[in-house]
């Protein structure tokens, strides 16, 4: 067959490359589809198309060159996935890339499935924002449907007047926002699944995720949760994962309430930032899960091999002429992955940091030096 052993990846961003690393470690070949043409996954690929998403010359490249596509990021139009699909197959399959790309399908589709979420409604106009708020109660936050990540596109509603005004911070009258109330969480966790073309389906162990400014800062692992919290997020994976047809990896993000609810809030269809730890500290990584269940091979079980934090690294913390990588290599259990972006502005993720100890405990304490040492602050005191 035309394309055996090449997978072909839209995006060329840092999950891009993580994702042909892991295939060229398995004899795969990988071919980058990025229409900015160089970037973070070009270095790491065997072939890169500059094309736009729609061009036709790179549909037919892709047609002769790959086995099959998958794509690194959530904002892929679903057109252009489906259009390729009469060509290639595409993971994880075009309709979970819809509903993931919806947060009202994604959320209506979680509890058709028996998931609990927090409650929230669909509106579409600043009258029925307010109508929501006062039904659901406040505070409550307001969100676009679409394309909103790392916390944009969201405004809180603290009282129920003031939810027509944020509809329309948001978006003109018409368009369809979601309302959802507010929850008061303990903490934020997420699972990363794996299923293959057979459905067999391999859940990874609970991150616990902290965020800062709307982005996912570090993430520890194993969570610190009870087991029903750590069990609930692990079979709701389940059976999201097979419930949507996953092929691929998927990773699905909750809240967890003070009464040890789980409540799911968003999910990704690809391999997902508070999963990067599984590079060193799991086998095998999310993107070689990935890898094997788009190329039609069979996922392995999981194992988690250390107590380990996962530490973003932004653009933030290097000023020009201020790369003092070094240094935080020499912290025990410390390992690098630079992403090697030309454009290093603040809120850019540009590398992380993966920390291993024998305990949780110790791998926070590494992982705060390590931070420190780039001249970093440690958020939330954990
Ligand atoms: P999201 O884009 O939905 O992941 O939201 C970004 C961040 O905003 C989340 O990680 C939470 O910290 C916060 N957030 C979003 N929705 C809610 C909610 N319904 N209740 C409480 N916090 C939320």
């Known amino acids: 067959m035309p394309g055996d052993g090449t997978i072909g990846i839209l995006g060329g961003g840092q999950l891009g490359r993580m994702m042909a690393l892991a295939a060229r470690a398995l004899g795969l070949s990988t071919v980058i589809w990025e229409p900015g043409g160089a970037g973070p996954a070009s270095e790491a690929a065997d072939d890169l198309i500059a094309e736009p998403f729609d061009s036709p010359l790179g549909l037919e490249i892709f047609a002769k060159r790959v086995q099959c596509v998958t794509y690194e990021f959530e904002n892929v139009s679903v057109e252009a996935a489906e259009a390729l699909q009469k060509w290639i197959p595409v993971f994880p399959p075009p309709e979970l890339l819809s509903v993931s790309q919806h947060r009202l399908r994604e959320k209506d589709r979680a509890r058709e499935l028996g998931l609990k979420t927090t409650a929230y409604r669909g509106v579409t106009s600043p009258e029925e924002a307010q109508t929501a708020a006062e039904r659901l109660g406040v505070p409550g936050i307001l969100k676009t449907v679409s394309g909103g990540y790392d916390g944009k596109g969201q405004q809180r509603v603290s009282r129920s007047e003031e939810a027509g005004a944020a509809y329309l911070r948001l978006a003109p009258t018409g368009a369809t926002l979601i309302y959802e109330r507010l929850v008061s969480f303990s903490q934020e966790i997420s699972v990363v699944v794996a299923r293959d073309q057979s459905g067999t389906i391999e859940p990874y162990p609970v991150a616990e995720n902290h965020h800062h400014q709307g982005i996912l800062d570090y993430s520890i692992v194993p969570a610190r949760v009870s087991d029903t919290v750590a069990a609930q997020a692990l079979h709701q994976a389940r ?103 030309k454009d290093m502005r603040p809120g850019r993720k540009v590398g992380h940091l993966t920390v291993l100890g024998s305990s949780v405990g110790e791998a926070l304490v590494r992982a705060r030096e390590a931070k420190a040492r780039l001249g970093g602050v440690w958020h939330d005191g954990a």
């Open 239 to 341: 059976v999201m994962a097979e419930g949507l047809g996953l092929v691929g990896v998927m990773a699905l993000e909750y809240f967890v309430t003070p009464d040890d609810q789980v409540l799911f809030n968003e999910m990704a269809p690809r391999p997902h930032n508070s999963g990067h730890w599984t590079i060193e500290a799991a086998a095998p990584s999310q993107f070689s899960q990935h890898m094997r269940a788009v190329a039609g091979w069979p996922i392995a079980p999981v194992r988690l091999l250390s107590p380990v934090v996962m530490v973003n690294l932004l653009g933030d913390l290097f000023p020009a002429g201020t790369l003092n990588l070094p240094d935080v290599l020499s912290v025990e259990g410390v390992q690098l992955h630079w992403y090697g972006k």
